[in-house]
């Protein structure tokens, strides 16, 4: 049983945050064989061949879909031209579930997940020593603060001082 989403009342289900591919699947005309229309081009117009999971890598979306396929653990080799896939399947394997692997590509964002704290995702930032001053005489700054170019500082000084603040 699928559970209801909590942000949206009339799905049964939710795709989460991120691009849902649409995906036809369908017979190569060849057991064991079994061919994927995307609404999306994963190569432009060139041809990728992975005969397996080590050829498979890097942050193409072919190189990507192909690696998420030998994944499963089902797939024996995959063709990908434009926004055809054709997976050659492993020997007693079914297609079962390969269709949601393409469909999922994008998505970034899946109902259940858990997102990282801030503090996970930035680094924490040096402070400058107390009383350090820059070379104009004004208050020291952060490391973010020292890649903003002067011009925006000046402006934005310039600002306040209109505004009264």
Known sequence: MVEK???CTTADYCFGMGQPVSVLEGPAGKLGIVRFEANRSFTGMGHERFSSA???FGTKPAAVVASRLFATGQV???HIYGNIITVELAK???AQGLN???RDLYQYWKPGMVPP??????APEEEAPSGAATSDGGPALSAAAQRV???LFERSASARARLGG
């Open 5 to 7: 989403c909590q942000r």
């Open 54 to 56: 080590d050829q498979a």
């Open 76 to 78: 024996a080799g995959v």
């Open 92 to 94: 007693g394997a079914g």
């Open 100 to 102: 949601e692997v393409v």
């Open 117 to 122: 704290a801030f503090e996970d995702l930035v």
């Open 149 to 151: 170019p002067a011009h």
